[in-house]
């Protein structure tokens, strides 16, 4: 029959008005009524008289996008959203006023067409009809994270009961083989409510089963899944932006243990832990949501170079103690939230800092 459930409204989700409502098989619909000659999901019947579509090409407006995956995603067939290859409605008089009155009242539409995004999540239209999601919603499973952000981290996991796919921004996971009653005793005990924290049952569908792509933790980092969407980081790694901190380290409002050294011990694996201040411990929580040196990347996990000076944030939080070098104060130090800190002389060796960094990388 063509597209599945191409006979569901659009109206409340897309600018354009599909009417694509009524099963013609199950309304005393001819075969002849019923015939999709290109195979678009549309009858032809439809195409001539109530969408103006060609029902012999299955993409009117030539913008990749077949006419029934448009029509059910309430986008608008004949606009492929550039004012060059407008397409009228064959129904139309095609006239110079008619055109005029199309582009000036509402085509071209740019989120019509392929590169467009009217659900705002980062996927044009074409890539959403690639995945199969829905471009008129950002997050098409309802699991509480976006499509996109999805998209980029699908991935399988191997479990005694078969094979889980994490991240499908189809499938919210509801319950899934991973989330045991242990794991579930575990999640609602640290999602209290208090201190900031989610609260569990929050964190439920309407009928209180919880999505695995959502709450778990699938690095083992200490972050769920959707506190790294929040931040901007990968739920599969544990440093996200490869800077040698851990994400939850970068997070962290709190002094941290560390199992690598600092200051002339940079990096060096140790057997006991050092306990050291957070590298962004002063900064709110809101702070990880901005991006300071307007690169596209959050501040903190997410982002290897925070302030913007040159320097990893591994790097300068590697040479941020003040107590390892007594000889010098705290503003003397390197910080990763502070981009003025690239031109100092911090061992007094008349060499910048950033210049010793670019040296670091050369022994």
């Keep these: 029959m063509g597209v599945s459930g191409y006979y569901q409204t ?4 897309g600018q354009f008005d599909s009417a694509v409502e009524d099963d013609l098989f199950g309304k005393g619909s001819t075969s002849s009524e019923a015939l999709d000659s290109d195979g678009d999901g549309l009858a032809d019947s439809l195409e001539e008289t109530q969408y103006g579509t060609d029902p012999f090409d299955e993409d009117t407006d030539k913008d990749g996008m077949s006419d029934g995956w448009e029509v059910e995603h309430g986008l608008n067939p004949l606009d492929n959203g550039e004012s060059e290859d407008l397409v009228t409605d064959p129904g139309q008089a095609e006239t110079e006023d008619a055109s005029e009155k199309n582009e000036t009242e509402s085509w071209p539409d740019p989120n019509q067409g392929p590169n467009g995004d009217p659900d705002g999540d980062g996927l044009t239209n074409q890539a959403e009809a690639d995945l199969g999601t829905d471009p008129q919603r950002s997050d098409s499973d309802n699991d509480g994270l976006g499509d996109r952000w999805e998209s980029l981290y699908t991935t ?3 479990t005694p009961g078969g094979t889980v796919t994490l991240f499908d921004p189809l499938s919210g996971n509801w319950d899934c083989l991973l989330l045991d009653q242990a794991m579930e005793d575990a999640l609602s005990e640290r999602f209290d409510g208090e201190n900031g924290n989610a609260n569990w049952e929050d964190l439920a569908n309407p009928a209180g089963t919880h999505s695995c792509d959502m709450v778990l ?6 972050l769920a899944n959707f506190e790294e969407e929040q931040f901007g980081t990968n739920p599969t ?4 932006d490869f800077d040698l901190i851990d994400d939850i380290v970068e997070v962290s409002n709190t002094s941290v243990s560390l199992f690598i050294g600092t200051g002339e011990d940079c990096n060096i694996p140790l057997l006991d832990p050092i306990v050291r201040a957070a590298p962004f411990m002063a900064m709110e929580r809101t702070w990880f949501l901005q991006d300071m040196d307007n690169d596209g990347l959050n501040n903190g996990p997410s982002d290897w170079d925070t302030d913007g000076d040159g320097m990893p944030d591994g790097f300068e939080y590697c040479y941020s103690h003040q107590n390892e070098h007594p000889q010098h104060n705290d503003l003397e130090t390197l910080d990763p939230a502070n981009a003025s800190d690239g031109y100092g002389d911090w061992d007094d060796c008349i060499d910048f800092r950033l ?3 670019h040296l670091s990388l050369e022994n």
């Design 217 to 222: 933790d699938t690095d083992d980092d200490g």
């Design 355 to 357: 210049n010793q960094f």
């Design 156 to 158: 399988t996991v191997q």
């Design 10 to 13: 659009s109206e409340s989700i």
């Design 237 to 240: 790694a544990r440093d996200s």
